[in-house]
């Protein structure tokens, strides 16, 4: 499902690597912590996956495919089958949870109605179908995750990524997120979430991945 071949990255003029020789397999079905201090390249390892970056050398397949060689007019449809959800959520202040949810459906050009139900089944998935017209403001930082989580499933994704998901949550509300991620994995979705939560990786034992200045570690 995932995998990375000897992959190194390095930024734009810098000689220094953000990844080194990484070479991991996440099978499809996985629920994988990705961890290691700040700096240790999780953002980066997640956004390979998303092919938000390509490789400076090696190879990540995701879904069968290099990610080297996906073309622009591919790009849309490889990305549709990969949820992202972020630790400030993302969510746009200006637009209802509804319009925040189907945005990405109306750009990809889904009919009015089909968006509407779709938002309805996932926000009744993540318990906030009473968000529906409300906007980001006036929910909790709990809801709005929820909510950004929601958006992330309105493509029934095979892939879910998170990067520090609960990094703005207090120790309920984390235990409560990650119990969704593993709802949704339950359903067969590889979830692959960056966190250094300690308490979030020890309290829900998963396989952990772990980076160390650009290494694999474990
Ligand atoms: P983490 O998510 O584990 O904190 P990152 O993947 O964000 O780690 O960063 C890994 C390394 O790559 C760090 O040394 C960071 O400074 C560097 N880096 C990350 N993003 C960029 C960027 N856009 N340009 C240059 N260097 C970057
Ligand atoms: P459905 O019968 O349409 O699947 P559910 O209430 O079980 O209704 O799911 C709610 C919505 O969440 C569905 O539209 C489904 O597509 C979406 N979804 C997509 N992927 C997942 C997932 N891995 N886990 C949970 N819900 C998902």
């Known amino acids: 499902m995932i995998k990375f071949y000897h992959v190194y990255k390095a930024y734009d003029n810098r000689k220094q ?11 499809k079905g996985e629920f994988v912590f990705l961890t290691g201090p700040s700096g240790a390249g999780k953002t980066t390892f ?3 996956i998303f092919r938000e970056l390509k490789p400076t050398e ?21 990305r549709k089958k990969i949820g992202v959800v972020f630790q400030d959520f993302k969510l746009l202040e ?5 319009e925040n949810i189907t945005f990405v459906l109306k750009v990809l050009g889904y009919p009015a109605r089909f968006r509407e139900d779709k938002a309805y089944s996932v926000l009744k998935w993540v318990g906030l179908q009473h968000k529906f017209n409300e906007y980001p403001k ?3 930082g709990g809801e709005q995750q929820r909510i950004a989580i929601a958006r992330a499933l309105v493509n029934d994704p095979l892939i879910l ?15 409560e997120i990650m119990k969704l991620f593993e709802r949704i994995n339950n359903r067969g979705t590889t979830v692959v979430i960056a966190t250094h939560d300690k308490n979030m990786i020890d309290m829900f034992k998963k396989r952990v991945i772990r980076l160390e ?3 694999l570690k474990e």
Do not use: C, Q, W
């Open 17 to 27: 690597f953000a990844l080194k020789d990484i070479t991991v397999s996440i099978p």
């Open 46 to 48: 997640l956004r390979l």
């Open 58 to 78: 090696g190879k990540v397949v995701v879904h069968n495919k290099d990610t080297m060689h996906i073309s622009k007019s591919d790009l849309p449809d490889f």
């Open 94 to 98: 200006n637009r209802t949870v509804f």
């Open 138 to 140: 006036s929910l909790s």
């Open 161 to 175: 990524l998170a990067d520090e998901p609960t990094g703005n949550l207090d120790y309920e509300l984390s235990i």
């Open 213 to 215: 200045h650009g290494h």
